[in-house]
């Protein structure tokens, strides 16, 4: 039962984080684009997230994925060893797996990231951040 759990929580941590990847993602691409001078309608702000959520599957997800396993096996050692950290373990983790991935991922391609949402600073705390959220649902929801 509490390994049915953990993987409840780890999904639907991989699944918060993914989401809120893709929308920082989308959002982050479209400001650059209205500071070209695009008109960026609501509209369209709804149709581009929808199409970047589903054009991200299943090669950011998968990135997100083997990220947050990686970052929550590390944080539950560190958390028994470094009890302070314990509250905030997991969130650390989650941002620090992505940080961690899109960084992995500049080196494949050549010292730039094929997420175009995380290019700049905001874009690249934002998709930390995405991380840091997935981590708060796996600390919420996995079992104690």
């Known amino acids: 039962m509490k390994v049915l759990r953990t993987l409840v929580a780890f999904c639907a ?5 993914s989401f809120c990847g893709a929308v920082f993602h989308s959002q982050m691409v479209l400001a650059r684009l209205a500071a070209l001078g695009a008109e960026i309608t609501p509209a369209l ?3 581009s997230t929808l199409d970047d959520m589903v054009g991200l599957i299943p090669a ?7 990220g947050l396993a990686v970052g929550f096996t590390v944080a539950f050692g560190v958390k028994r060893i470094l009890k302070p950290l314990a509250p905030i373990a997991y969130p650390l983790a989650g941002a620090a797996a992505v940080a961690l991935a899109l960084y992995l991922m500049s080196q494949q391609f050549y010292t730039t990231t094929p997420i175009a949402g995380a290019r700049g600073t905001m874009g ?20 104690r």
């Open 60 to 66: 950011y997800p998968a990135v997100i994925s083997i």
């Open 45 to 47: 702000r709804v149709t």
């Open 124 to 143: 690249f705390l934002l998709q930390c951040l995405a991380g840091g959220l997935g981590g708060v649902v796996f600390a919420v929801l996995r079992p």
């Open 13 to 17: 941590a991989a699944i918060v984080a």
